[in-house]
């Protein structure tokens, strides 16, 4: 079945830690998303990429990096510059212009 | 930035009663979509009308598009326990990437 999977579900970090959050998919969309969802919010753009080796940045990029060196996989790094990282994340792909997005099942970090 | 904003943020009906929910948003834009969050879950696609639509149907749902007013309205008719959620607009308005709302809790009560 073709799919997105964000892994993993639950993410614990350590103060000053960065730590990355996978998101593959099999549905051989051209552009990826991340997105960051805090209680009561919609959500906010992170990174996006429509093409590999090619992405850039969204609303609240700041203590964030991202790669895409393949198409099916665009890994999202929180790092120790993000002061308030605690979150829902959730990537998505879709394919180009007019078409709407399939999301995965997220990421939830927390900061211990 | 949020481009679309949603109205009622939340909304009680019974079971088998229609849900209306509301979007209103700033900018042109090339198309309106809504999509439907289970807590804690990713975000489902349910609808994409483009701006120079002005009704679309799937199912049990309704979009509508007003782009004189930047408004879109979602009807869910003869609602189910199963529809209770959250529901999003999004806005593109160039540049293959979505705005989203604050979203619309929808409960619906058996």
């Known amino acids: 079945d073709g799919g997105i999977t964000q892994s993993p579900k639950y993410l614990f970090r350590k103060e000053g830690q960065n730590v990355t959050l996978s998101c593959e998919q099999n549905?051989?969309?051209?552009?990826m998303y991340w997105y960051r969802q805090d209680p009561g919010q919609g959500l906010r753009l992170i990174y996006y990429?429509?093409?590999?080796?090619?992405?850039q940045k969204g609303d609240i990029a700041e203590g964030y990096s991202v790669s895409r060196e393949k198409k099916e996989s665009f890994p999202l790094t929180v790092t120790s510059a993000q002061k308030n990282p605690t979150a829902f994340y959730l990537c998505a792909s879709s394919i180009l212009n007019n078409y709407g997005y399939t999301f995965g099942s997220g990421t939830r970090l927390t900061v211990v | 930035s949020q481009q679309g904003e949603e109205d009622p943020q939340a909304l009680s009906i019974q079971e088998g009663e229609n849900a209306t929910m509301n979007c209103s948003y700033k900018t042109s834009i090339n198309n309106l979509q809504w999509y439907r969050q289970n807590s804690g879950r990713g975000l489902v696609h349910l609808i994409l009308i483009r701006s120079n639509e002005r009704e679309k149907h799937s199912g049990r749902l309704r979009v509508t598009l007003d782009t004189s007013k930047k408004s879109s309205s979602l009807l869910i008719t003869a609602s189910r326990a199963a529809d209770t959620a959250s529901y999003f607009c999004a806005t593109d308005a160039g540049g293959n990437k979505l705005v989203f709302g604050a979203g619309t809790i929808l409960r619906v009560k058996s």
């Open positions: 990429s429509q093409i590999v080796n090619d992405f």
């Open positions: 549905l051989n969309h051209d552009a």
